[in-house]
């Protein structure tokens, strides 16, 4: 019950060089906020290991590629500190746009190969939105750990990257997805989703499974195994399957026979809300 | 005469884990060797504020955009050595290649606006390697002050940038141009000159204070300002000036009204080796 809100750089450095000072280790946990069950695992498991826990909240501009996502991204403030207190977070830093960005950014983060596929390649200059707000995050709160969600696994294979290439001295905790019952991986834009759109929202998790499957079966054909899952979705005319890829889980990059655990990922636009979901997938023995 | 070599991330950041630990500020001089009295000004001013001085000595091969630049950079390691000693460095960090790069970095720091004149337009590719390591050596050092020659001043304000741009927790020191007695701006690619060059190396020395006197003398039309000093350059086949700019101090932008301070820049090949030079210039009154 102690989260104090920080809303300046300088504010939130000066609380956790008292922490630092005092031997104490420091967990961040970045978000956008509209916490949902996915950060909340995330917040539980860095006060499980650390002895300050920081969450931001910040809807980062740089890496939206559409104006009207970025619009729409729901902002739920009040919401989310309440989160925050009652998981016993030590610190919201929540800063403003100016606070993040004085001025437009001369210096970035250029993300090579690793955002050349999935997400990467349908949000141009995403991920390095992302890299550079992380990198600037890392570099404010100097945590002993990082986490982030299995769920952006290509976000997540990135900041590892950022991390061992620019030698950031954190270690990048990455926290199981968290789903709904009938399998919908938990996403801030769910709520975005009517009635009829959250039922059929589920038959991306049912794809990945049914890779999941053929590939546990012993299929090793990733093209073949990616058609016969992608035949799967229902035909409904708000569904879209944007991507469905199989990658390396380590450097993202597409595989064409399966000789040890993939990643298959998945983009599905329901209506006008873009879902995205993934799976490790192991073959046989 | 303390000055132990250390040549991995891990042995450096245990040593200088001893000194934070201790409540010693660290002083980062990144080099890339062949030291001269250059570096000597600014690891004499590291020495004076930082109890303990740490002096990188690696020739970054990602931030040569020619190969033969890369191969003939001189290296000294011995010689280096002894300087250092002799200046009561307490580290020497000179690690291989592998160690910075273990692997070709997916992650690098993109440069805009502030590498698109002056070396930067003729280098490309050069600066945003120089971000990438200086920006590797403040993670693995985390050092309270770095320091850097205003001789390579469009490089220390792409720094200055770096640092602001990724919140890093470090401050800049810019420290003066040292010459020999003529003028020339000492230099590692000094050595590099026969006699005959070195005679005449001086005139881009010659030219910069050429436009510095023009300056404080009243004119104010920098592309006439500019033209009228190139015009002092002896005529002599071996050399070829790259470039003649006059910026803003800040931005590294070109100006074409001088109304206040202005940095003019140049480059000169003279025969095989290229030479940069800078020089602050006021506006009277």
Same mark, same amino acid.
């Given at each position: !019950? *102690? ?11 000066? /609380?956790?060089?008292?922490? /630092? ?8 946990v970045p978000t956008m906020g509209a916490l949902h069950a996915g950060h909340t695992a995330l917040i539980e498991r ?9 969450v *931001?909240i ?6 939206? #590629? ?7 991204y729901p902002?739920t403030?009040?919401a989310d500190?309440?989160t925050?207190?009652s998981l ?8 403003? #746009?100016?606070? !993040? ?14 955002? #050349? ?14 890299? *550079? ?14 986490y982030f969600g299995e769920k952006d696994a290509?976000q997540t294979?990135?900041?590892?990257? +950022?991390?061992?290439?620019?030698? +950031? ?5 990455e926290v199981p997805i968290v789903r709904e019952p009938d399998g919908l991986a938990i996403s801030s834009r769910n709520v975005h989703l009517?009635r009829?759109e959250r039922r059929v929202a589920v038959s991306l998790y049912r794809?990945l499974c ?31 399957? @944007?991507?469905?890829?199989? +990658?390396?889980?380590?450097? !993202?990059?597409? +595989? @064409? ?8 990922a998945g983009a599905l636009?329901v209506?006008?809300t873009r879902l995205i979901d993934n799976l ?6």
């Open positions: !019950m *102690t989260a104090g809100v920080v809303e300046t750089v300088a504010a939130l450095r000066e /609380r956790l060089d008292r922490s /630092r000072g005092a031997g104490i280790s420091i967990g961040l860095a006060r499980r290991e650390c002895g300050c826990v920081v *931001t910040f809807v980062n501009p740089l890496q939206f #590629d559409r104006e009207d996502d970025l619009r729409r902002r403030l009040e500190l309440d925050c207190r016993d977070v030590d610190v919201v830093f929540a800063p403003r #746009d100016d606070e !993040m960005y004085p001025s437009p950014p001369a210096c970035t983060v250029r993300v090579d190969r690793l955002a #050349d596929h999935l997400c990467g390649r349908h949000r141009p200059g995403h991920f390095e939105g992302v890299a *550079t707000v992380v990198l600037k995050l890392l570099q404010i709160a100097q945590p002993q750990r990082a290509q294979a990135i900041i590892r990257r +950022v991390v061992r290439d620019f030698n +950031v001295p954190v270690d990048i905790v009517s009829g794809v049914e890779v999941q499957r053929h590939i546990a079966a012993g299929r090793t054909d990733a093209a073949e195994v990616r058609r016969q899952a992608a035949a799967c979705l229902p035909a409904d005319d708000g569904l879209r399957l @944007e991507y469905l890829e199989l +990658v390396d889980p380590g450097n !993202m990059q597409p +595989v @064409e026979r399966i000789t040890g655990p993939v990643r298959v636009w209506g006008a490790l997938c192991k073959p046989p023995g």
